[in-house]
């Protein structure tokens, strides 16, 4: 059983990841700064702030993994890299892995490149891909000895098309996962599967990948 610690646990991927942690017998605690307005079972909650890493000190305090799902929305529209910048010191040279919710946008779109922002974004979505892609370039450039992991998710991944939980999808290394139908989508839960198997079987160390269907 590991202690996980998920900073956004009451968002969407942060909430779904807490919970699939939880269902798996884990222990998981999660820390936002609202209140959860449906608690999940086997979750503790906390209400903190991560720009003040001190402050959570006792929280991260034997923690196995630490999983950012922060998005830049919000009050954290435009703190979210900070508390991106946050999470790396608090937790580079501790044996504590740090475990990021990522964006579409910098996966590649084929072997190679280029990535998918690339290709254009539209103007509606360049804030949250670019904190997605400037969240893997902190990670790229942390100390060696920060154990880290980012898993992009496929172009459809949203509360606006939440969907079942499978327990099936593919890891596409750095290229972006779609279907035989070209539709590149995973449910909430189904991302969670594949962010805890992660956290259980530890195949992506200082990596990211891609998920989907």
């Avoid at 099936?168 to 539709?183: C, H, K, Q, T």
Wanted: proline share 5%; glycine share 14%.
């Amino acid at each position: 059983m590991a202690r996980i610690i998920v900073i956004g646990g009451t968002g969407f991927a942060g909430g779904h990841i807490a919970a699939e942690a939880a269902s798996r017998g884990h222990e998981v605690v999660s820390v936002s700064r609202s209140k959860p307005s449906e608690p999940i079972a086997g979750v503790q909650y906390v209400q903190g702030d991560v720009l003040d890493a001190a402050s959570l000190a006792d929280t991260f305090a034997g923690a196995d993994v630490v999983v950012s799902a922060i998005s830049p929305r919000g009050d954290m529209t435009d703190s979210g890299l900070d508390a991106v910048r946050a999470l790396v010191q608090a937790l580079t040279g501790t044996p504590t892995r740090l475990g990021v919710v990522g964006g579409a946008m910098g996966s590649l779109s084929a072997p190679g490149g280029p990535a998918l922002w690339d290709l254009g974004v539209p103007e509606e979505y360049r804030h949250e891909a670019k904190f997605g892609m400037d969240s893997l370039d902190i990670l790229q450039a942390s100390p060696a000895d920060l154990d880290w992991f980012y898993v992009h998710p496929p172009k459809e991944f949203g509360a606006w098309a939440a969907g079942e939980r499978t327990g099936s999808y593919r890891d596409g290394g750095e290229v972006f996962v779609e279907d035989a139908d070209g539709r590149s989508y995973i449910s909430g839960a189904d991302y969670a599967v594949a962010f805890v198997d992660e956290i259980e079987n530890g195949k992506h160390r200082r990596e990211r990948f891609t998920v989907g269907y």
